[in-house]
C-alpha cells in the first residue's frame, strides 16, 4: 500500500463521514459546515489523482462559491440557527433510497472497475484541460456564456425593483 | 477552417490549440438567436421604456423567421454532417425539429407579445414585489417586463442546439440553456402571482434534481465508453470491455434526465403545477417546444447511442410509455382546470410519442416527429384559446366557468372544440393522422412490445376523448353560471396564432402527406 | 361458401359511376354550409338539408341501375382519390367502393334518411335551432355514407367516428330530458369500446398484412393464423356490438332513443345502427375464415334479440318498447351474418325491412306523441284509432310487419333467418333456433300490446287532452310510404336482394339450397307463424280491456325486465366502481407521491393526525422523492432487463 493509497482510503472515509454528516445534523448552518469538509476532502481527492486544476476549481468554486451563498441564504432569510425540527423528517424512507442508491452504486463501480488500474501519467492538469475545452469542447464552452448571460437576465428580472420604472413615475 | 496557434508570452510552453472545423451555415439558426438574444438585452437596457415592447418583438420575430430560413437553406443544401468537432449533428431530424420548433417558436411568440387582452401583457412588470403589497397595487396598471423576449430566444436556441447535440455533454449544456429561461418565464405571470412563482419554483428544483441525474449518467457512461460522444457510445455498446451494468445504469440515468422534460410517467409530477401556474402563453409555448426538443433529444440518444440496447431499453421505457398514458389519460378525467387537464393531456401524449420511439424504425422516428409538429400547433391553439375567457381575476380556467360558453361566443366555442376534437383523435384532424402514424409504425415492426403498446394507446386515447367531450358538452349544453366569463376579443396576434394552429390541426388531418413526406425524408440519423 | 376464395377484381370506375364521391360531398357541403352561415341560413336552412339528402337518393339510384347494368362478375367501382396517409409500409387511400352491398345501403341511408328529413321539416317546425338540426343532420348522413362507401378500413373508421360525433351531438342537443347527461355519457362510453374494438383490429391486420384495404385484407385472410382471424372477428364484433347496441353494450341504444325527439331517435334506429351490420357483412372473407368467430357473433345475436324482447315485454314507454325492439331486431341480423353463407343476405334484407317498419312506427309514435301533449306512457293511451284514422292504419301495419304476419315484409325477413338457424348443424341449431323462434312469439306479444293499449280499449287520458287529432299531411304523408314500404317491402325485395349481394359480395352461388338438418322449412314456417298468432293472441286477450294506469308491483321476471334485466346494475358494479376506486387511487399517488404513502402509512401506524395533515398535496420535496424513487426503479428495472 503506498502512501497515495493510504491518502485515498482516509480521505473519502472523510468525505463519506462528512456527507453523512451533512444529512443528519439538526442544525441548518452545521449542515453547510460540514458540506465544506465534505467537498473539501473530495478535493484532497483529486489532488492525489495530480488533478491540481480541478482540485482548486473545486475549492474556489464549490467551498469557497457555493457554500458561502448557501450560508448566506441562511442568514438573509433568517431561518433558525439552532436546532430545527423541520430538518428531521420521517428518516427511514431517505435512508432507504439513500443509502440503497449509495451502495448500489458503489457495488455497480466496484463491478465495473474491480482490480483494474489507470495511468496518472497525463493527468487533468491545466494545459490539458484548457486544450481539450478550446478543441473539441468550444462550443458546449462558448454556449455555456450564453446561459450565463440567461442566467444573469434572469436573475435581474426575478429580483430587480425596477429604478426606472420608479424615476418615471 | 484554418487552425491558428497561440503562444504564451514567455515562449516557454506552446500547446497547438486547433479549432475544430465549424460549419458557420448550418450553425446559422442558433447563431442568429443566440444573437438576436443578446441584442435584446442591450435593447432593454438602452431604448426608452415605451418603445421596448415593439422593438423586442419585432426583433425575436425577424430573428426567427431568419432562422427558419437558414434551416429551410440548409435542408435545401441537403447538408448531412457532423460539425464542431462531433459535438454537433446536422441531419434530417435535427433541420426538421429546428425548423418545427422555429415555426411553432413563431406561433408561441405571437401569444407571448400580445398585450390586447389585458393592460400591459400577461407578463408582471416587477416579479421582485410582494404579493399584495401597495407597490404590487400600483405596478399593477405598468407595462410587463420585455425581458421575457430575449428568455424566450434563449430557451429557443437553446431548444435548437439541443435537437442537434451529438454528445452528452453538449446535450447537457443546451438542456440548461433552454431550462433556465423556462423556470424564469414560470415566475413572470401578471395575474396570480404566488401560484406563478410556486410553479417556477418547483420546476426549477425538480429541473435541477433531473439535470443531476442526466449528469450523472453521464458520467458513468464516460465511465463505461472512455467518451461521451453519441457515435463513441455506441461503439463501446459493441466492443465492451468495461461491464455493462455501467452502460445501463448510466442510460438508466440519462433517460431519467429526458424523460423529465418531456412529461414521462414517474417523473411527470410537475407537470400539472407548471403548466397551471405558468402566464398562459410560457405554458403553450411549452407544451410546444418543449415538448418537440426533449423528444429530438430522447429520439437521437435512443437511435444514435443506443440502439444496440434496444432489447433492454423496451420492456424499461416501454412499461414507462403504458403508465404514461395510463396516469395521463385517468387522471385527465378527473380534472376541474382546464389548464391542468391540457397537462395530463400532455402527459398522455408523451406517452403516445413514446410508442413512435420505441419502434426503433424509420418509420418510428418519422411519425414521432410529425406528432411533434401536429401536437404543436393543436396544443398553442387551444391554449390560445384559454387566454380569452377571462373574467376580472385573469383567465377563468376552472372548467364550470366554462359552462354556457357557446351561447356567449360560439366562434370561440366552436374553435376549441374542433380542438378538442383533435386531442381527442377523432378523423381529419391532426390527431388522427398523427396517432394513426405512430401506431401504424409501431406495429409496422411487428414485435411483442410495439403491439402491446398500441393496444394501450388505442384504449388509452379511448379513455382520453371522454374529458374532452366533457369540456365540449360543459360549453354547449350546460347553462352558464351567474357570472360568467366574458371571452375577450382576440387581438391581432393571438388570432392569427389561433387561426394558425387550427389551420394546421385541418390541414394536417386532411391532406397530411407533404408533412409525413418531409419527415419520412428527413428520418435519418447520421452517427 | 368460400374461405379466402376472394377475388380481387380490377375494377377502377368509369363513367357515370367515376363521380359516386359525390353521395359524400353533396350532404356533407350541405351540412358545412348550414353551419358557416349560421343564422343568415335559418329561412331556408332545412330546404336545403332535404334537397341535398334528394339528390343524393336521386343519384344513388342512378349509380344503381348503372352497377346494375354491369355482368354480375364486375358489378364494383373503386375510386382512389388521394393518398391520405404514408408511412412507409403502410399506405391508406382516400379510396370508395361501390359494389352492391355498398349500394344497398346508400339507397337505405338516402332514402330513408331523405323522408325522415322531410318528416322533420314539419315536426321540427317550432324549433328554434331547426337549422343546426339539420346541419348536424346532413354531417350524419355524409359520415355514414362514408362509412359504407370506403374501399378500406380506416376510411370506415373515419365515417365510423364521423357517426358517432354526429350522434352524440344529436342525442345531446334534442334531449328533452333531465338525464341527459348520464345518456350522453352512457352512449360516449360504450360507443368508445367498440370504437376502439374496431381500431385495435385495423392495427392488427395492419400489423400482419401491412395493408388495410378491403381487397388486401380479404384476398390474405389465408395468411392469418386462426387465432389471428379469432382476435379479429372478436374485435370487429366488439366494434359492431358499440355501434349496434348489441349485448353486452346494449344499454346506451335505448336511452338515446328514448329521450330525444322521434326524429333523432329514428336515424339511430333506421341507420346507424345498421353500422355494425354492415361491418360484419362487409368483413364476410374474415368471418367465413373462422367458424368460432361466426358461432359468437350468431349467440350474441340470438342472446341479444331475447334481451330485447324480454325488456320490451315490461316497459310503458312507447318509444322505450320500439327502441327495446330495435335491439331486439338488430339481434336477429346479428344472427343472421353470424349464421353466414347464405344469411348474410336473410340479414340485409331483414335490415331493409326493419328500415321501412321501424321507420314507420316510430314516426307514428311520434304522431301519436303530437296528439298527446307529448305524452309517451301507453298506459295514458287507449281507443286512439277513432280519433287517428291514419296513424292507426299505418302504425297497424308496422305492428303486422315487425311480428311477421304473411305477407308483411317481417315475414319474409325474419322467417327465413329463423329458418337458416335450426339448419346450423349439432345442438347449436337447436339452441339458435328455437331462441329465434321464442323470440318472435314475444315479439309477436309485445307489441301487440303496444298496439293495443295505444289504439284500443278504454281511453285512459291524462286530463289536459281533450280531442286528440290527426297530425298534418307533412308528417302522414311519410306514414303512408312507409306503411306501404312495410306491407310490400318484403315480398318484392327477398328474391332480388340475394341475388343481387350473394354472388359478388358473399361469394354465394345462387342456386345453393342449404341442407335441412333439424328442421323442415316448412315445419319452422308454419311454428313461426303459429307461435306468433299465439304470442299475439295473448297480448290482445290480456290487454284488450286497458290496463291500470300506474305501474304495478310484479314478480322477479317483470321486475328485472323493467330494470332492463339490471344490465346497468352490471356495468355499474363490473365497471365503474373498480374504475372509481382506480382513479381515486391513482390521484392520490400522484398528488401525494411516495411521500403521502409513507406519512400516509405512519399516520395510519401512529394514528395521529398532525402528520396526515403536512402531507398535503404538491409539497416539492414529496415530488423529488417520487422522481428518486421512480429513478432507482428505472435503474432496477434495467439491470433486471440485462441480467434476467
Known amino acids: 500500500m503506498t502512501t497515495a493509497d493510504v491518502l485515498m482510503l482516509a480521505l473519502g472515509a472523510v468525505a463519506v463521514g462528512a456527507a453523512a454528516a451533512v444529512v443528519t445534523t439538526r442544525q441548518i448552518v452545521r449542515a453547510g459546515l460540514w458540506l465544506v469538509v465534505a467537498l473539501g476532502s473530495l478535493a484532497g481527492l483529486y489532488l492525489v489523482l495530480s488533478a491540481e486544476l480541478v482540485a482548486w476549481v473545486q475549492v474556489l468554486i464549490y467551498v469557497g462559491a457555493v457554500v458561502v451563498l448557501l450560508l448566506f441564504a441562511v ?83 426575478i429580483s430587480r425593483p425596477d429604478v426606472s420604472a420608479r424615476v418615471g413615475r | ?67 427558419l430560413l437558414a434551416v429551410i437553406r440548409e435542408a435545401r443544401v441537403g447538408s448531412r454532417e457532423l460539425t464542431a468537432d462531433v459535438a454537433l449533428a446536422i441531419d434530417g431530424p435535427t433541420l426538421f425539429l429546428q425548423g418545427t420548433l422555429a415555426v411553432l417558436g413563431i406561433v408561441a411568440l405571437l401569444l407571448v407579445g400580445e398585450r390586447a387582452l389585458e393592460k400591459g401583457g400577461p407578463f408582471v412588470s416587477q416579479a421582485a414585489i410582494p ?147 405558468a402566464p398562459t402563453s410560457v405554458t403553450a409555448f411549452m407544451a410546444a417546444c418543449t415538448k418537440v426538443a426533449a423528444f429530438g433529444g430522447l ?52 406517452g403516445y410519442l413514446l410508442v413512435g420511439a420505441l419502434a426503433f424504425s424509420k418509420e418510428g422516428l418519422s411519425s414521432a416527429m410529425f406528432y411533434l409538429a401536429a401536437y404543436g400547433f393543436t396544443v398553442i391553439a387551444a391554449f390560445a384559446v384559454i387566454t380569452l375567457v377571462r373574467d376580472d381575476d385573469g383567465e377563468a380556467t376552472h372548467l364550470s366557468r366554462w359552462a354556457g360558453l357557446g351561447r356567449e361566443a360560439p366562434l370561440v366555442a366552436g374553435v376549441f372544440t374542433f380542438l378538442m376534437l383533435a386531442f381527442a383523435g377523432i378523423p381529419l384532424t391532426s390527431g388522427f393522422t398523427s396517432k394513426f402514424a405512430v401506431f401504424g409504425a409501431a406495429l409496422g415492426v411487428g414485435e411483442a412490445w410495439p403491439v402491446a403498446l398500441v393496444i394501450v394507446g388505442v384504449v388509452t386515447s379511448m379513455i382520453l376523448a371522454f374529458p374532452y367531450l366533457r369540456v365540449v358538452v360543459m360549453m354547449w349544453l350546460s347553462e352558464p353560471a351567474e357570472q360568467s366569463p366574458t371571452v375577450a376579443i382576440p387581438g391581432a396576434f393571438t388570432s392569427a396564432a389561433l387561426m394558425v394552429g387550427v389551420l394546421a390541426t385541418l390541414l394536417l388531418g386532411v391532406f397530411p402527406s407533404p408533412v409525413l413526406d418531409l419527415a419520412d425524408r428527413a428520418a435519418e440519423f447520421i452517427r | 361458401m368460400h374461405a379466402s376464395a376472394y377475388e380481387v377484381l380490377a375494377s377502377a370506375a368509369s363513367g357515370t359511376l367515376s363521380s359516386f364521391w359525390l353521395l359524400i360531398v353533396i350532404p356533407a357541403a350541405s351540412g358545412g354550409i348550414l353551419l358557416l352561415l349560421g343564422r343568415r341560413a335559418d329561412r331556408w336552412g332545412h330546404l336545403l338539408g332535404c334537397a341535398s339528402v334528394g339528390v343524393a337518393f336521386v343519384l344513388g339510384l342512378v349509380y344503381f341501375f348503372q352497377l346494375g347494368g354491369l355482368p354480375a362478375t364486375d358489378r364494383r367501382a373503386t375510386l382512389d382519390l388521394f393518398t391520405f396517409i404514408q408511412v412507409a409500409a403502410l399506405k391508406v387511400d382516400f379510396g370508395l367502393l361501390f359494389d352492391p352491398l355498398s349500394a344497398v345501403f346508400v339507397l337505405l341511408i338516402t332514402g330513408v334518411g331523405f323522408l325522415i328529413h322531410v318528416y322533420a321539416v314539419g315536426y321540427m317546425a317550432d324549433d328554434p335551432k331547426r337549422r343546426t338540426f339539420f346541419a348536424y343532420f346532413n354531417i350524419f348522413v355524409a359520415a355514414m355514407l362514408l362509412l359504407v362507401l370506403g374501399n378500406n378500413y380506416v376510411m370506415l373508421y373515419i365515417g365510423w367516428e364521423g357517426v358517432g360525433l354526429a350522434s352524440y351531438l344529436l342525442i345531446s342537443f334534442w334531449y328533452t330530458r333531465p338525464s341527459a347527461a348520464t345518456a350522453g355519457k352512457k352512449a360516449f362510453i360504450m360507443n368508445r369500446v367498440g370504437d376502439a374494438g374496431l381500431a385495435i383490429a385495423i392495427f392488427v391486420m395492419f400489423a ?68 355494425g351490420v354492415y361491418l360484419i357483412a362487409r368483413s364476410n372473407p374474415i368471418f367465413d375464415a373462422n367458424p368460432t368467430a361466426q358461432a359468437v357473433v350468431a349467440a350474441v345475436g340470438a342472446v341479444t334479440l331475447l334481451i330485447g324482447c324480454i325488456i320490451g315485454c315490461a316497459k310503458d314507454d312507447i318509444k322505450r318498447v320500439l327502441a327495446w325492439s330495435t335491439v331486439s331486431q338488430i339481434g336477429y341480423m346479428f344472427l343472421g351474418v353470424g349464421l353466414g353463407g347464405g344469411a348474410y343476405a336473410l340479414a340485409i334484407i331483414h335490415l331493409l325491412a326493419h328500415g321501412f317498419f321501424k321507420a314507420g312506427l316510430f314516426l307514428g309514435a311520434g304522431s301519436v306523441m303530437h296528439a298527446m301533449n307529448d305524452q309517451v306512457d301507453i298506459r295514458r293511451f287507449g281507443g286512439l284509432w277513432k280519433y287517428m284514422k291514419i296513424t292507426w292504419i299505418t302504425f297497424g301495419v308496422g305492428w303486422l310487419a315487425i311480428i311477421g304476419i304473411p ?175 382506480l382513479t381515486r387511487a391513482l390521484v392520490y399517488f400522484d398528488n401525494k407521491g411516495i411521500d403521502g404513502l409513507v406519512n400516509g402509512l405512519a399516520a395510519a401506524v401512529g394514528g395521529g393526525s398532525g402528520r396526515l395533515r403536512r402531507a398535503q398535496t404538491g409539497f416539492v420535496r414529496s415530488y423529488a422523492l417520487s422522481m428518486l424513487g421512480g429513478a432507482l426503479l428505472v435503474a432496477v428495472a434495467f439491470l433486471v432487463v440485462r441480467l434476467g
Open chain 3, 208 to 275: 400482419n398484412l401491412h395493408t388495410v384495404s378491403y381487397d388486401g385484407v380479404f384476398a390474405n385472410v389465408d395468411r392469418f393464423t386462426s387465432g389471428t382471424t379469432l382476435a379479429l372477428g372478436l374485435l370487429l364484433l366488439i366494434g359492431a356490438c358499440g355501434k349496434s347496441g348489441q349485448f353486452p353494450l346494449q344499454a346506451w341504444l335505448p336511452d338515446a332513443m328514448e329521450g330525444p325527439t322521434p326524429v333523432s331517435a329514428l336515424i339511430h334506429a333506421a341507420t346507424m345502427v345498421t353500422a
Open chain 2, 299 to 350: 429520439l437521437r440518444v435512443l437511435y444514435v447511442a443506443f440502439d444496440r440496447a434496444r432489447w433492454d431499453i423496451e420492456p424499461v421505457i416501454g412499461t414507462i410509455a403504458i403508465l404514461t398514458m395510463l396516469v395521463g389519460a385517468i387522471l385527465a378525467v378527473t380534472q376541474t382546470d382546464i389548464k391542468r387537464l391540457l397537462a395530463y393531456s400532455s402527459i398522455a401524449n408523451a
Open chain 3, 407 to 581: 305477407p308483411l315484409s317481417g315475414f319474409f325477413s325474419k322467417e327465413p333467418i329463423i329458418a337458416e338457424a335450426f339448419d346450423r348443424p349439432g345442438w347449436a341449431g337447436w339452441v339458435l333456433g328455437f331462441a329465434a323462434l321464442l323470440g318472435a312469439g314475444l315479439t309477436a306479444f309485445y307489441m301487440t300490446r303496444l298496439f293495443v293499449l295505444t289504439f284500443h280499449g278504454p281511453e285512459r287520458w291524462t286530463d289536459d287532452i281533450k280531442h286528440p287529432h290527426e297530425s298534418p299531411p307533412v308528417m302522414t304523408v311519410p306514414l303512408m310510404l312507409l306503411a306501404i314500404g312495410s306491407a310490400a317491402a318484403g315480398a318484392l325485395m327477398a328474391t332480388p336482394v340475394q341475388d343481387w349481394l350473394n354472388p359478388t359480395v358473399f361469394g354465394v352461388e345462387g342456386g345453393e339450397v342449404p341442407e335441412h338438418v333439424h328442421l323442415s322449412h316448412t315445419v319452422v314456417t308454419i311454428l313461426s307463424i303459429a307461435i306468433t298468432v299465439l304470442g299475439g293472441l295473448l297480448g290482445w286477450w290480456l290487454f284488450r280491456n286497458g290496463t291500470s294506469l300506474q305501474e304495478q308491483p310484479a314478480g322477479p321476471v317483470v321486475t328485472a325486465a323493467r330494470k332492463n334485466l339490471y344490465g346497468d346494475t352490471v356495468n355499474e358494479t363490473v365497471f365503474e366502481k373498480p374504475g372509481t376506486y
Open chain 2, 131 to 277: 404579493v399584495g403589497s401597495e407597490a404590487d397595487r400600483r405596478q399593477a396598471r405598468e407595462e410587463g417586463a420585455t425581458e421575457v423576449f430575449p428568455l424566450t430566444l434563449f430557451a429557443l436556441s437553446g431548444m435548437m442546439l439541443f435537437v442537434a447535440a451529438n454528445d452528452l455533454l453538449t446535450m447537457f449544456v443546451a438542456l440548461e440553456v433552454f431550462s433556465l429561461p423556462l423556470y424564469l418565464l414560470c415566475a413572470l405571470a401578471r395575474r396570480r402571482r404566488l401560484v406563478s412563482q410556486e410553479a417556477a419554483l418547483k420546476y426549477f428544483l425538480l429541473g435541477a434534481f433531473a439535470s443531476a441525474f442526466f449528469i450523472f449518467g453521464m458520467a458513468l457512461l464516460y465511465g463505461f465508453a472512455g467518451t461521451v460522444s453519441f457515435g463513441g457510445i455506441h461503439d463501446a455498446a459493441l466492443l465492451a470491455t468495461t461491464s455493462p451494468l455501467l452502460l445501463f445504469t448510466g442510460l438508466a440515468m440519462v433517460a431519467v434526465g429526458l424523460l423529465f422534460k418531456i412529461a414521462a410517467v414517474p417523473f411527470h409530477v410537475w407537470t400539472p403545477d407548471v403548466y397551471q401556474g
Open chain 1, 75 to 157: 442568514m438573509l432569510t433568517r431561518a433558525p440557527i439552532g436546532v430545527s425540527e423541520d430538518l428531521d423528517r420521517s428518516r427511514w424512507p431517505g435512508l432507504l433510497i439513500g443509502g440503497g442508491a449509495g451502495l448500489g452504486l458503489a457495488a455497480l463501480l466496484i463491478d465495473a472497475y474491480q482490480w483494474s488500474t489507470v495511468d496518472l501519467a497525463d493527468g487533468a492538469g491545466a494545459e490539458e484541460v484548457g486544450a481539450a475545452i478550446f478543441r473539441s469542447w468550444v462550443l458546449p464552452f462558448e454556449v455555456l456564456s450564453v446561459l450565463l448571460l440567461a442566467a444573469l437576465v434572469g436573475a435581474i428580472v
Open chain 2, 1 to 67: 477552417m484554418n487552425g491558428f496557434t497561440i503562444a504564451t508570452p514567455a515562449q516557454v510552453l506552446a500547446i497547438d490549440v486547433r479549432l475544430p472545423d465549424l460549419d458557420y451555415a448550418a450553425m446559422a439558426p442558433m447563431l442568429v438567436l443566440f444573437g438576436a438574444a443578446c441584442l435584446g438585452v442591450l435593447v432593454d437596457a438602452f431604448a426608452p421604456r415605451q418603445s421596448r415592447h415593439t422593438i423586442q418583438f419585432a426583433l425575436s420575430f425577424i430573428a426567427l423567421t431568419v432562422a
